[in-house]
């Protein structure tokens, strides 16, 4: 991942550092800067070692790229979908519980008696 970032755009971009710091305070800052990349390095290998942790060894059998969202182009699904022709087992099946009646439910008549069910932990 270089975030578009090029060879001459980190040069223009330690070049202004330089001229901003100065360089009297530039070793300083310098030294600070590869601090704050050695502790993310770290932390992004304890996040690493932590999910291998969690994940056990089925995290190294994903197929990242699959699960990739920059692979999904609404353009492409969409057209995917249009294209592609019609499965005729599904879709006779589909219509055959489609068209399956469903008896109607008589109402349920309520009383002093006859409470309809009440679950005192879900209120």
Known sequence: MTFG????????IGLIAVLII???RLPR????FSRMVRKVGEYVRD???KMRQEMG???????WRKLDPRQYD??????DALLEEPQ??????????????VAPRAPQEFS???RPPYDPEST
């Not at 970032?5 to 223009?12: A, Q, R, V």
């Not at 800052?29 to 600070?32: T, Y």
């Not at 060894?57 to 197929?63: A, H, R, S």
């Not at 005729?88 to 009646?101: G, H, N, Q």
């Open 88 to 101: 005729p087992a599904a879709a006779t099946k589909a219509r055959a519980t489609i068209a399956e009646p």
């Open 47 to 49: 996040t690493k070692s």
């Open 74 to 79: 609404p353009r492409r699904i969409i057209r």
């Open 112 to 114: 002093a008696e006859n």
């Open 5 to 12: 970032l090029t060879f001459e755009k980190l040069l223009l």
């Open 22 to 24: 100065g360089p009297e």
């Open 29 to 32: 800052a310098a030294e600070g």
């Open 57 to 63: 060894p089925e995290l190294d059998d994903v197929d």
